[in-house]
């Protein structure tokens, strides 16, 4: 696959899930800290961003799972 996803995807799925758990984990605690000041906006933008990764590191791996089965 071609793109800038491209390497994301090609990546074992092992890291892959690694590195999805250490980004979801520091996007999860800033959200929290924003959470304690008032910040809105930043609590709303985080939760989407927490999101976009949990899609991305999913689709990776069904991706993976897609290839070996062809």
Do not use: D, H, T, W
């Not at 929290?32 to 000041?37: I, L, P, S, Y």
Request: glycine share 6%; hydrophobic share 65%.
């Amino acid at each position: 696959m071609e793109g800038p996803l491209g390497k994301i995807y090609s990546m074992p799925a092992a890291i892959l899930l690694v590195i999805g758990m250490v980004l979801s984990a520091f996007l999860f605690y800033s959200l929290m800290k924003a959470a304690e000041n008032g910040n809105l906006l930043l609590v709303i933008l985080l939760a989407v961003a927490i999101s976009i990764v949990a899609f991305v590191v999913s689709k990776a791996i069904k991706f993976q799972k897609m290839k070996e089965f062809r």
